[in-house]
């Protein structure tokens, strides 16, 4: 790990300012991937801003009928939380199955959402990775791609979104809010929070730089029967091949939101009216123009299979 330049600051705005100020500056809080990283000299940031002591920790209503949840809230915190619990489950169970509980005492709800889409060649610096380095190339094209992305992927990348939690806060349709070095305050719908590599994979989010997440809102509980579905390669501590959040309504329909299979959370709206009529239309509309590889395409019968199965498991708690 190579040397870095620490600071605490008193509010979110004297935040953003102090990384601001800095190009290379990253803010802290739990610490989770950014250290991660750090150690394997992939994030190089010469000075951290600690917001730890900001105080945005809690979980409130809002003046809509739903939920504010600052951008500290643990893990733990948020998915015992009985608010989120109750109207929310789909968030609750994405959470308790993405990591171990120590991490999940450490992450933050914002932390969780800002994680680096991934690979196993972008954590190997001797392999190129248009992540790390843009322009060098894509190891994973042409390389062992069995956990990489069927759909939403380039041809300078196709890692996959690792965070559970950020699969269920677009199934819910939640709003992030920051504040910039000026004082000025965005909300930005999950829908627009994740890019698309397409050209440039090393840009992940609409953040910009200084930029600091201050909360995550959601909107009023839709009701329904809330399942959150994960496939992976052991019971614990791992990606998911496949994912899917979903909320289902007595009628059948509802809506779908799938990890593991894109570089970001993937939800395509208009193939929900089809859930319905079953689960092989409601796939086929939601892998429309999906490129997958020779090792991953099982992703897509994974995928509609656990979708299903989703399904399945709400009409039973009906």
Not at 179 to 185: I, L, M, N, T
Not at 254 to 263: E, S
Request: aromatic residues 6%; positive net charge; proline residues 6%.
């Amino acid at each position: 790990m190579k040397a870095f330049t620490y600071e605490r600051v008193k509010t979110p705005q004297a935040a953003a300012a102090a990384v601001m100020r800095q190009p290379d500056a990253k803010f802290i809080a739990g610490g989770t991937n950014l250290l991660d990283l750090m150690k394997l000299q992939i994030e190089e940031p010469t000075h951290l801003v600690d917001v730890n002591g900001l105080g945005l920790d809690r979980v409130e209503p809002n003046g809509d009928g739903g939920l504010r949840i600052g951008a500290l809230v643990r893990n733990t915190d948020l998915a015992a939380d009985p608010t989120v619990r109750r109207d929310y489950g789909v968030l609750s169970r994405a959470l308790l199955a993405g990591a171990s509980g120590q991490l999940r005492n450490k992450a933050t709800t914002a932390g969780n959402l800002l994680q680096r889409t991934r690979c196993p060649y972008f954590y190997d610096t001797n392999m190129p990775c248009n992540k790390r380095k843009p322009g060098s190339g894509c190891a994973a094209i042409g390389g062992v791609s069995r956990q990489l992305a069927v759909i939403g992927g380039s041809e300078a990348c196709i890692a996959t979104h690792p965070s559970d939690m950020a699969v269920a806060m677009r199934v819910l349709d939640a709003t992030v809010e920051t504040v910039k070095a000026d004082g000025s305050r965005r909300q930005i719908p999950i829908a627009d929070f994740y890019r698309l590599p397409q050209q440039t994979p090393h840009i992940e989010t609409a953040i910009e730089q200084g930029e600091l997440i201050t909360a995550v809102t959601l909107p009023r509980p839709i009701g329904g029967k809330h399942i959150y579905r994960k496939v992976r390669d052991r019971a614990s501590y791992a990606f998911a091949l496949v994912s899917v959040a979903a909320v289902v309504q007595p009628d059948g329909s509802g809506r779908v939101a799938l990890g593991g299979v894109a570089p970001q959370p993937w939800r395509v709206e208009a193939a929900e009216a089809e859930l319905a009529r079953g689960s092989k239309p409601a796939a086929q509309a939601l892998f429309a123009g999906a490129k997958p590889t020779h090792d991953n395409a099982f992703k897509l019968t994974l995928a509609e299979r656990t979708i299903a199965a989703a399904w399945a498991q709400a009409k039973e708690r009906t």
